[in-house]
């Protein structure tokens, strides 16, 4: 069991308010991702759930028992930080078993719980190392495993790629998406990358200054942003959002048209000037000024695409996939 309700929960640091009310349900064995900008509250509020802060006002609910006032070790949640917070001068074996030995779990128990953690983890090889002889992937790993063998109703991660290089980010965020299918416990997971985001949630809560902007499944939030902030921080590259006439000619104060919804054409009835362009080999994206619409438009074609620095070329939008949006930013059904 992993449900986890919020209820009115607010947060403040003296006289300035970081959480206003704020209502949420995550469902047993869901993948939560909490996205958004630096100083949004998303960490914050993992730690209100953890309990590592004390909620201001409001209500938290686990399984349904109520959890505002308990301790964080009574909660039955297991934190996984940006930080490995690793023993150096502990084998994995001993890392992993640390927080059953404090515990008092039993030596048998706690081999079976090790054993099926670093089996789940690619660990079995590692165990009788020390964390210095690691990569900084198989140490992120030894501590899931340490949060593993608590078998906690929840698994709460707070950044925990950020110290990665890419490729390992890549491959740790695969890692931990196959860990949640194989384990199908909850899972809630903070992070500023939309891109981890998008790949590895079940639900998405978006927030912005401890607001909750919209909540849904990646697709929902990628289809229908419910305002100007999720459509701008949602996708990859961003949103190309267009003010004035040419919104108007479509009842919206703004548009806004993804990327790979601008196709380079022979004439369109828009154009522009080509600047920088990416090859990523399966895509190019083109990066295109004096369009008279935004500053700089981003286009998604093929990685085969020839054209280069200085070509004016023209461009047709899907207007079946163009977002409104109204002059206060929601959206326009």
Same mark, same amino acid.
Not at 134 to 144: C, D, E, K, P, T
């Given at each position: 069991?992993?449900?986890?309700?919020?209820?009115?929960?607010?947060?403040?640091?003296?006289?300035?308010? /970081?959480?206003?009310?704020?209502?949420?349900?995550?469902?047993?064995?869901?993948?939560?991702?909490?996205?958004? $900008?630096?100083?949004?509250?998303?960490?914050?509020?993992?730690?209100?759930?953890?309990?590592?802060?004390?909620?201001?006002?409001?209500?938290?609910?686990?399984?349904?028992?109520?959890?505002?006032?308990?301790?964080?070790?009574?909660? !039955?949640?297991?934190?996984?930080? *940006?930080?490995?917070?690793?023993? $150096?001068?502990?084998?994995?074996?001993?890392?992993?078993?640390? #927080?059953?030995?404090?515990?008092?779990?039993? *030596?048998? +128990? *706690?081999?079976?719980?090790?054993?099926?953690?670093?089996?789940?983890?690619?660990?079995?090889?590692?165990?009788?190392?020390?964390?210095?002889?690691?990569?900084?992937?198989?140490?992120? !790993?030894?501590?899931?495993?340490?949060?593993?063998?608590?078998?906690?109703?929840?698994?709460?991660?707070?950044? $925990?790629?950020?110290?990665?290089?890419?490729?390992?980010?890549?491959?740790?965020?695969?890692?931990? %998406?196959?860990?949640?299918?194989?384990? +199908?416990?909850?899972?809630?997971?903070?992070?500023? &990358?939309? /891109?981890?985001?998008?790949?590895?949630?079940?639900?998405?809560?978006?927030?912005?200054?401890?607001?909750? +902007?919209?909540?849904?499944?990646?697709?929902?939030?990628?289809?229908? $942003?419910?305002?100007?902030?999720?459509?701008?921080?949602?996708?990859? #590259?961003?949103?190309?959002?267009?003010?004035?006439?040419?919104?108007?000619?479509?009842?919206?104060?703004?548009?806004?048209?993804?990327?790979?919804?601008?196709?380079?054409?022979?004439?369109?009835?828009?154009?522009?000037?080509?600047?920088? %362009?990416?090859?990523?080999?399966?895509?190019?994206?083109?990066?295109?000024?004096?369009?008279?619409?935004?500053? /700089?438009?981003?286009?998604r074609a093929g990685g085969e695409l020839n054209?280069h620095h200085g070509d004016r070329i023209s461009?047709?939008? &899907?207007t079946d996939k163009m977002h409104r949006f109204?002059?206060?930013?929601?959206?326009?059904?």
């Open positions: 069991m992993g449900q986890i309700t919020l209820n009115k929960v607010t947060k403040s640091f003296g006289e300035v308010q /970081v959480i206003p009310p704020l209502d949420l349900d995550i469902n047993d064995g869901e993948f939560v991702v909490f996205v958004g $900008p630096s100083g949004c509250g998303k960490s914050t509020l993992l730690r209100l759930i953890a309990g590592l802060e004390d909620v201001t006002s409001g209500d938290i609910v686990i399984d349904g028992t109520p959890a505002t006032d308990l301790p964080p070790a009574k909660r !039955r949640l297991a934190m996984v930080f *940006q930080s490995y917070a690793l023993y $150096p001068h502990m084998s994995v074996r001993k890392n992993i078993a640390f #927080p059953m030995k404090m515990a008092g779990v039993s *030596q048998e +128990e *706690q081999q079976r719980r090790i054993d099926g953690a670093a089996k789940a983890l690619n660990l079995t090889d590692y165990l009788d190392r020390r964390p210095g002889q690691l990569s900084g992937g198989q140490r992120q !790993r030894v501590a899931i495993g340490r949060a593993i063998v608590r078998e906690p109703a929840a698994f709460l991660f707070d950044e $925990p790629l950020s110290n990665l290089d890419a490729a390992l980010r890549v491959g740790m965020r695969l890692e931990i %998406s196959e860990l949640h299918k194989r384990l +199908e416990t909850t899972m809630i997971y903070v992070t500023h &990358d939309q /891109v981890e985001a998008m790949t590895m949630a079940d639900k998405i809560v978006v927030l912005r200054a401890g607001h909750i +902007e919209q909540v849904g499944s990646p697709l929902e939030l990628y289809r229908t $942003p419910r305002n100007l902030f999720v459509a701008g921080f949602i996708g990859s #590259p961003k949103m190309n959002l267009i003010e004035g006439a040419e919104a108007g000619k479509h009842g919206a104060n703004t548009i806004g048209v993804r990327p790979e919804h601008v196709r380079v054409t022979e004439t369109g009835p828009w154009s522009g000037v080509v600047g920088v %362009s990416e090859h990523l080999g399966s895509d190019t994206f083109l990066h295109v000024h004096d369009t008279g619409l935004c500053d /700089v438009m981003t286009v054209v461009l047709t939008p &899907d109204d002059a206060e930013g929601l959206r326009i059904a």
